[in-house]
């Protein structure tokens, strides 16, 4: 299967973070499923970075390689789906995610509870 993986699933699978579910540790570490991270999430941390609001290794895309994670760039056609979206979710970033997944027909692995408002294919914790 294909999966996106939200900022917070990101941050906590790189960090072996104990809140991440064991479900949601054994689809992501199962080699035969296709793991995204969004150019968007790379985005996000690095401004969240440079605001001093969060830690982000300093490798991160060597990190990504690693886990063979899989950078899903943003295109014009992810840019414009999102004006089609209900604005249930304010979260300029998680609203790329939704456009990226119901595009590239992926599924979203996330504990927000805010993704359940939009027609995509979820998985959480």
């Known amino acids: 299967m294909r999966f996106l993986l939200d900022t917070h699933i990101l941050l906590w699978w790189l960090g072996n973070d104990n809140r991440l579910p064991p479900k949601i540790r054994s689809v992501i570490s199962n080699p035969e499923n296709i793991i995204f991270i969004s150019s968007a999430t790379v985005w996000e941390m690095s401004i969240k970075k440079s605001l001093g609001k969060l830690s982000v290794p300093n490798n991160l895309l060597e990190k990504l390689n690693d886990n063979n994670f899989t950078v899903l760039n ?52």
Do not use: N, W
């Open 74 to 125: 943003i295109t014009a056609e992810h840019g414009l789906s999102v004006t089609e979206l209900p604005l249930h979710h304010k979260d300029p970033f998680d609203r790329m995610l939704i456009a990226q997944a119901l595009i590239e027909q992926l599924t979203i692995i996330t504990i927000d509870t805010k993704f359940i408002l939009y027609d995509v294919c979820l998985l959480m914790g």
